[in-house]
């Protein structure tokens, strides 16, 4: 990681629009240069490798890659990145994920744009950024009961519209293992029906549409 005192970011989004509004702005400080810019979480990694900036701006839902698959493979091999998750969604198991991954901060693109200059700086320092928000939010999943890898395959094909029957189907599981499966999904997000359960899915960010 670089010692000297410009802060070199790298910004990771698949819109190049967001990229360039990012970029403009953290051009205009005096102690902070983009160094590079990425579409996707593959881009991400590989410029990542090539470039190992001191601060990773991280974009969470990309094509071919998402951001929490991208901060996974970079902090596997490099210990020491220092990235920053920028991203529209505020469902606690995002936030969870991401952090999990080795995001060393967390901030929503409506944040104001001396919020993000000051995270940048704070993570710079090595230390983390979670707006108390956020931080409410991650204390909320942690309370929560996890789900199974299986009851994740369910809740995304009851959020695809899918029967029980045609998630059995799916599965290659049993219409009465499906409901038993349901029933634990019900009780782990505290709901009494399969709406509930699906809007409360999306809502934390459990599946997507």
Do not use: W
Not at 94 to 102: K, M, N, S, T
Not at 113 to 118: R, W
Request: negative net charge; contains cysteine; glycine residues 6%.
């Amino acid at each position: 990681m670089s010692q000297s005192t410009t802060i070199r970011v790298l910004l990771v989004d698949d819109h190049a629009i967001v990229r360039q509004g990012l970029a403009a702005m953290i051009e205009n400080e005096p102690d902070m240069t983009v160094m590079g810019q990425a579409g996707n979480g593959q881009e991400a990694i590989a410029c990542y490798r090539q470039l190992q900036p001191d601060i990773t701006l991280m974009d969470l839902r990309m094509p071919h890659m998402s951001g929490v698959d991208a901060t996974i493979a970079i902090c596997a091999e490099f210990a020491q990145a220092r990235i920053i998750v920028l991203t529209t969604y505020d469902g606690d198991e995002d936030i969870y994920r991401a952090l999990r991954a080795g995001a060393k901060g967390y901030l929503l693109k409506d944040a104001e744009p001396d919020a993000l200059l000051h995270a940048i700086h704070i993570v710079h320092s090595g230390q983390q950024y979670i707006p108390s928000e956020v931080a409410a939010k991650l204390v909320q999943r942690m309370n929560n009961p996890e789900l199974s890898d299986r009851e994740r395959e369910v809740i995304h094909l009851m959020v695809d519209g899918l029967s029980n029957h045609d998630i059995g189907v799916a599965l290659n599981i049993t219409e009465s293992t499906v409901k038993f499966h349901i029933n634990r999904i019900l009780s782990k997000l505290g709901v009494s029906d399969r709406t509930q359960a699906v809007v409360t899915a999306l809502k934390r960010g459990l599946a997507k549409l």
